[in-house]
């Protein structure tokens, strides 16, 4: 029990050394902002498209898909999601926030105590713009795990940008994350004296393999798997992100109002781990019901002409998942938290592809 309570795997400085190597195919760009140099993923499509836009026959390309990592992550955690895309014609793109990843690295006390939820999403924003201009303007699919699905939903609640469609992947619900904070805290009976005993160093919870899987993964995910994951992670997380999320931060209906596709089908997919620990399935499926409840709504007040279709299942592997009032809600069967990294992050996948499809 008392290796959990172990310095060895925190860090207080910015990380040095050069930059993991990619896998092939996966390509990495760096996008000026005022504080420094963020890191993009770019996974292209095998051939590669003649043009920006559209096809060599004259048809449309695809839409890129745009992954935005959570807490302690960065762009590495989509890498799964990005070689799958990739390979079925969809150029997909994933960013690293500053203090995460490849990008810049603030210092400790910047990066723990003065980096709030607005400066990441303005991270994500440079990003999202970058990746519409290299692809001729094309709007996105905006898919965010954890806090980052909360910085996808704040962005579009606060009219920064327009997008096709977005995926909420065991996303930090935008009505507030305070019963996912005490669902780790239930599943850690020692996160508050380890948090002491660590001087409130922010990756306490995670400052153990054993630690990051019982939080992130299911018990079939390998221990060699998951101390890679732990070696790539974030030395050390924003406090104030996670604070600012506590609460209510999004309206849901500005949110559904800047995605394009929201007049048919399902716009909005809200996609959990089966055995996700943080974002249970109640609190995804009280996120699901929240947009639902404003598509409805919207409906009804004659915003726009969408299909309000009643929520009935789904076909799709667990049996769990359904559709109505413009959101879909799958289930990921054997995977936790990081559901994309987990053994069984094919399924998952295949489930958002199916979403895209359909947009």
């Known amino acids: 029990m008392f290796k959990n309570f172990t310095f060895q795997y925190l860090r207080w400085r910015r990380p040095t050394g050069p930059l993991q190597a990619l896998p092939d195919g996966i390509e990495r760009f760096f996008v000026d902002t005022p504080g420094g140099k963020l890191e993009v993923l770019y996974a292209h499509p ?42 079925r014609g969809i150029p997909c793109y994933a960013v690293s926030m500053r203090g995460h990843g490849g990008s810049y690295y603030p210092s400790y006390l910047r990066m723990v105590y003065a980096t709030t939820k607005r400066m990441l999403a303005d991270d994500v924003l440079a990003g999202l713009r970058w990746v519409q201009e290299r692809e001729g303007g094309r709007e996105v699919v ?20 327009r997008v096709k469609g977005l995926v909420l992947v ?11 904070y005490q669902s780790w805290m239930k599943l850690d009976p020692w996160f508050l004296l380890r948090m002491i005993l660590h001087l409130g160093h922010p990756n306490s919870p995670l400052s153990h393999p054993a630690l990051t899987k019982r939080a992130f993964f299911s018990d079939q995910q390998s221990d060699t798997y998951v101390e890679a994951f732990q070696a790539r992670s974030s030395p050390y997380e924003s406090f104030i992100w996670a604070l600012g999320m506590t609460w209510r931060f999004v309206n849901q209906q500005n949110v559904i109002s800047r995605i394009a596709s929201r007049a048919k089908g399902q716009s909005i997919l809200v996609l959990n ?35 309000d279709a009643e929520v ?48």
């Not at 905006?142 to 940008?161: D, F, N, R, V």
């Not at 620990?277 to 002409?305: C, H, N, W």
Request: aromatic share 8%.
């Open 46 to 87: 095998p051939p590669p498209s003649a043009t920006h836009g559209s096809n060599a026959d004259g048809s449309a390309s695809p839409s890129p898909l745009f992954f935005v990592h959570g807490g302690m992550g960065g762009a590495f955690v989509w890498i799964e999601y990005l070689q799958f895309f990739a390979a």
């Open 142 to 161: 905006l898919a965010g795990h954890s806090s980052g699905g909360g910085l996808a939903q704040l962005i579009l609640s606060e009219k920064e940008a």
């Open 170 to 180: 065991a996303a930090a619900p935008g009505n507030g994350s305070d019963r996912a």
């Open 273 to 307: 781990g089966e055995l996700d620990k943080i974002m249970t399935l109640p609190i995804m499926e009280d996120l699901a019901s929240m947009y639902r409840t404003g598509y409805s709504s919207m409906v009804r007040q004659g915003r726009f002409q969408g299909e």
């Open 312 to 359: 009935v299942p789904m076909q799709g592997e667990g049996n769990r998942d359904n559709a109505g009032h413009g959101v879909r809600f799958a289930v990921v069967p054997g995977a936790g938290h990081h559901l994309q990294n987990d053994v069984t992050w094919k399924v998952g996948a295949q489930k958002l592809l199916a979403f895209y499809e359909q947009l």
